[in-house]
């Protein structure tokens, strides 16, 4: 775990404005501050694809204001669990780090109802993953 015994999770996708960033909305807004999130592409966009912030929008979270980041070495080794989704190859490998490849459909040049499956896909996927490596403390 990293320094501060929170998980981290780095959600890489291509372009990291659709599917990364649905990712890391839904974890941060799930988890709170149970997670360290970061979202990154190999080859970003210039901003988050509209159809993904009206989507999200549908759900109560606002994606509006993120913005495009490079996938660099040290937000991967910076990360316990590292998500990529189709970035085939450009993405670094590192040991000791878990990676899981989530085969999800690019939400690019897609409206916004062929976004909706894939968002509430990844909202599915990232409860599983919360249960995994970041429970609800049993008080």
């Known amino acids: 775990m990293s320094d501060n015994a929170l998980p981290s999770v780095l959600f890489v996708c291509v372009h990291n404005a659709g599917r990364s960033q ?31 912030v009206a989507a999200m929008a549908e759900v109560g979270i606002d994606v509006s ?3 495009p980041k490079v996938l660099t070495v040290d937000a991967v080794q910076a990360s316990d669990v590292v998500i990529t989704m189709g970035c085939g190859d ?13 085969q999800l459909t690019d939400p690019a ?14 909202e599915q ?12 403390s049993q008080s």
Not at 37 to 43: C, E, F, K, M, P
Request: a neutral charge; proline letters at 8%; aromatic letters at 6%.
């Open 22 to 52: 649905m990712a890391a909305a839904f974890l941060t807004h799930l988890a709170g501050d149970r997670v360290q999130v970061r979202s990154a592409g190999s080859a970003p966009a210039d901003t988050v694809n509209p159809a993904v």
């Open 65 to 67: 204001a993120e913005v």
């Open 90 to 102: 450009t993405c670094p490998v590192f040991p000791g780090k878990r990676y899981l490849d989530w």
């Open 109 to 122: 040049g897609q409206g916004v109802e062929a976004v909706r499956p894939i968002r509430d896909e990844i």
């Open 125 to 136: 996927r990232i409860r599983g993953l919360i249960g995994e490596i970041a429970p609800a």
